[in-house]
């Protein structure tokens, strides 16, 4: 059992090292917790992660919040999930700064031309890597393709989609578990806590979680009122806190969506630009809300200044999208062996999972258009003249560097970069 210092130490050096997406993320807590201290026992690590895939949120962060709550209860999950979270969160806020102050610079616009082409390859490279992990049956592919289909053709709400697929994968693993390839959990020899405990400490636990979770909203609402951006941007990833199956790119489409064509606080380019720098920064993917969050707030800073709206925004949406990861935990992490072997709560994940796929498809093509054309008509479709040749060129190319050489994400982002300010030179 380590001490309270050496767990900080550790989630520290995790924190400022955890880069590469949540699949490289939760490969360095395999390596530093479980395979170089033994902290952590291989199946109990499993068995997290397979409760961490179950709940809403990023995986990886609540998987290090679980190693903490685990090693030293409460305060050993606050302190593992808190370092998981601030080192990428503090880099996201100077690059997030550094952005709104270059913002109509030449040489900046010219840079970021080629970090939104890398972008591009970086969501198709993700949908196949999920797809390849996801998609094991032939009911599972009809899943994402109507998915996609119901997102792209029909304007399906996102929350719509993942409660649909849900409830179709709880009900099929009834009658036909093979089509979702359902398999059982063999049980854990670790004993049982009496059910009564764990109901009133769950009840306990959800109490104080949604308190600290709806402080902030509260004093915004107060302060504020209901007409500030902030208002809007707590509830609305409040919201979003809560559908955030599968990933941060699975959530992204829903989020660019609503942020650009719902409440207007970015454009399609910056949009691209946010998760361009989400993913040059330590900590999970997701942290993108906290960018769009300090534009909107920026943008709309009602009787505050731009600087402190878009700091309090940062903040605002950082809070309400991690605050829920450790509810999450710390309330269902004492269930997490009852949680395994519900077969209808895990096939009901399977066809969740299967539907992000389609998710990200979605995804994929809203940046496309938005990214390789300079105009897309009100009903989605592109202005084929409008082709931007330099942006398809880096595209291109990125998607070369990742797929053919097998070059890293950062690699990729900063020779994109670098083609963007050649090619603006023409």
Same mark, same amino acid.
């Given at each position: 059992?380590?001490?309270?210092?050496?767990?900080?130490?550790?989630?520290?050096?995790?924190?400022?090292?955890?880069?590469?997406?949540?699949?490289?993320?939760?490969?360095?807590?395999?390596?530093?917790?479980?395979?170089?201290?033994?902290?952590?026992?291989?199946?109990?690590?499993?068995?997290?992660?397979?409760?961490?895939?179950?709940?809403?949120?990023?995986?990886?962060?609540?998987?290090?919040?679980?190693?903490?709550?685990?090693?030293?209860?409460?305060?050993?999950?606050?302190?593992?999930?808190?370092?998981?979270?601030?080192?990428?969160?503090?880099?996201?806020?100077?690059?997030?700064?550094?952005?709104?102050?270059?913002?109509?610079?030449?040489?900046?616009?010219?840079?970021?031309?080629?970090?939104?082409?890398?972008?591009?390859?970086?969501?198709?490279?993700?949908?196949?890597?999920?797809?390849?992990?996801?998609?094991?049956?032939?009911?599972?592919?009809?899943?994402?393709?109507?998915?996609?289909?119901?997102?792209?053709?029909?304007?399906? +709400?996102?929350? !719509?989609?993942?409660?649909? &697929? $849900? /409830?179709? %994968? @709880?009900?099929? #693993?009834? =009658?036909?578990?093979?089509?979702?390839?359902?398999?059982?959990?063999?049980?854990?020899?670790?004993?049982?806590?009496?059910?009564?405990?764990?109901?009133?400490?769950?009840?306990?636990?959800?109490?104080?979680?949604?308190?600290?979770?709806?402080?902030?909203?509260?004093?915004?609402?107060?302060?504020?009122?209901?007409?500030?951006?902030?208002?809007?941007?707590?509830?609305?990833?409040?919201?979003?806190?809560?559908?955030?199956?599968?990933?941060?790119?699975?959530?992204?489409?829903?989020?660019?969506?609503?942020?650009?064509?719902?409440?207007?606080?970015?454009?399609?380019?910056?949009?691209?630009?946010?998760?361009?720098?989400?993913?040059?920064?330590?900590?999970?993917?997701?942290?993108?809300?906290?960018?769009?969050?300090?534009?909107?707030?920026?943008?709309? +800073?009602?009787? !505050?200044?731009?600087?402190? &709206? $878009? /700091?309090? %925004? @940062?903040?605002? #949406?950082? =809070?309400?999208?991690?605050?829920?990861?450790?509810?999450?935990?710390?309330?269902?992490?004492?269930?997490?062996?009852?949680?395994?072997?519900?077969?209808?709560?895990?096939?009901?994940?399977?066809?969740?999972?299967?539907?992000?796929?389609?998710?990200?498809?979605?995804?994929?093509?809203?940046?496309?258009?938005?990214?390789?054309?300079?105009?897309?008509?009100?009903?989605?479709?592109?202005?084929?003249?409008?082709?931007?040749?330099?942006?398809?060129?880096?595209?291109?190319?990125?998607?070369?560097?990742?797929?053919?050489?097998?070059?890293?994400?950062?690699?990729?982002?900063?020779?994109?970069?670098?083609?963007?300010?050649?090619?603006?030179?023409?």
């Amino acid at each position: 059992m380590p001490t309270l210092a050496e767990l900080t130490w550790v989630f520290a050096r995790i924190g400022c090292l955890s880069f590469g997406g949540p699949a490289g993320q939760i490969a360095l807590m395999q390596r530093e917790i479980v395979d170089e201290r033994g902290w952590i026992e291989q199946g109990a690590f499993l068995r997290a992660l397979n409760l961490c895939h179950l709940l809403p949120g990023p995986e990886a962060q609540q998987l290090a919040t679980w190693i903490g709550w685990r090693l030293h209860g409460v305060r050993g999950g606050l302190i593992a999930g808190l370092l998981f979270v601030l080192p990428g969160a503090a880099v996201m806020l100077a690059l997030s700064l550094l952005y709104v102050a270059a913002a109509g610079l030449h040489w900046f616009a010219a840079l970021f031309l080629g970090v939104k082409a890398a972008v591009l390859a970086v969501v198709v490279q993700a949908l196949l890597r999920v797809a390849n992990r996801a998609l094991g049956t032939r009911f599972k592919l009809v899943l994402a393709a109507l998915a996609a289909a119901a997102l792209t053709l029909l304007h399906a +709400p996102f929350p !719509l989609v993942i409660v649909t &697929a $849900g /409830l179709v %994968g @709880a009900a099929v #693993t009834r =009658w036909r578990p093979d089509w979702l390839g359902a398999h059982h959990v063999a049980p854990s020899s670790a004993p049982l806590q009496s059910p009564r405990r764990l109901v009133a400490a769950t009840f306990v636990t959800i109490a104080v979680w949604l308190a600290i979770w709806a402080l902030p909203l509260g004093l915004v609402f107060v302060l504020l009122g209901p007409d500030h951006v902030l208002w809007q941007l707590g509830l609305f990833f409040s919201r979003l806190a809560v559908v955030t199956f599968g990933g941060a790119y699975a959530v992204l489409a829903y989020m660019a969506q609503a942020a650009v064509g719902g409440f207007g606080w970015l454009s399609p380019g910056e949009m691209a630009d946010g998760l361009g720098l989400a993913e040059t920064t330590p900590g999970p993917l997701i942290m993108v809300t906290q960018f769009v969050g300090f534009i909107a707030a920026w943008r709309h +800073p009602g009787v !505050l200044s731009p600087l402190v &709206a $878009g /700091l309090l %925004g @940062a903040s605002l #949406t950082t =809070w309400v999208t991690f605050a829920p990861c450790f509810l999450w935990i710390f309330a269902c992490a004492p269930w997490m062996e009852r949680l395994e072997h519900a077969e209808r709560l895990q096939g009901a994940l399977a066809a969740i999972t299967a539907a992000v796929v389609g998710v990200i498809a979605n995804l994929a093509l809203w940046f496309a258009l938005h990214v390789l054309f300079r105009t897309v008509s009100e009903a989605g479709l592109p202005v084929l003249s409008s082709l931007d040749w330099r942006a398809a060129s880096i595209a291109v190319g990125a998607s070369l560097m990742l797929f053919t050489l097998k070059r890293g994400i950062m690699p990729t982002l900063a020779l994109s970069a670098a083609a963007g300010l050649a090619l603006s030179a023409f």
